[in-house]
């Protein structure tokens, strides 16, 4: 019971500080006010929104399991999953950090503003994962 609710509070924060990085990209984007007018459905800008947010999903995921096995030193101890995490979160990055920079309006815009910050935090996320495994890895291969 302790540790579900444990998991549960953990995934609350990580959801608020996302929620919270998402937010301050947006505020330095100067895309954090909702358009006078609310654009309904995909636009093409909100499909390469999204595909840079999948993209820095799939990095986060790739980055946390390469840490994840760098922990148990089996193996090449993650490094390809880290260089995969670096290489997919820079592009993810940069797609989202394109997507804000040709956006003309705010959240509803049908600019994908809100995918493409997700995209720049998940991929720079994706990427500190990926930096922490090689450091680790480069560590461990030094010492032992």
Not at 26 to 45: F, I, M, N, Q
Request: glycine share 18%; aromatic share 4%; net charge positive.
């Amino acid at each position: 019971m302790k540790r579900t609710f444990g998991f549960v509070l953990v995934a609350l924060a990580v959801v608020a500080v996302f929620g919270g990085l998402v937010y301050a990209v947006l505020v330095a984007a100067h895309a954090s006010e909702y358009a006078a007018t609310t654009v309904h459905g995909p636009t093409p800008r909100r499909l390469w929104a999204t595909a840079a947010a999948a993209l820095g999903l799939f990095s986060v995921v790739i980055g946390g399991l390469s840490l994840r096995r760098s922990v148990r030193r089996i193996g090449n101890g993650g490094r390809k999953g880290a260089v995969l995490a670096l290489v997919a979160g820079l592009v993810a990055a940069i797609n989202g950090a394109l997507n804000l920079a040709v956006a003309t309006g705010g959240l509803g815009s049908g600019n994908g503003v809100a995918g493409g910050a997700g995209a720049l935090v998940l991929g720079l996320i994706g990427m500190v994962l990926g930096g922490l495994t090689l450091a680790r890895s480069r560590r461990s291969h030094s010492t032992g």
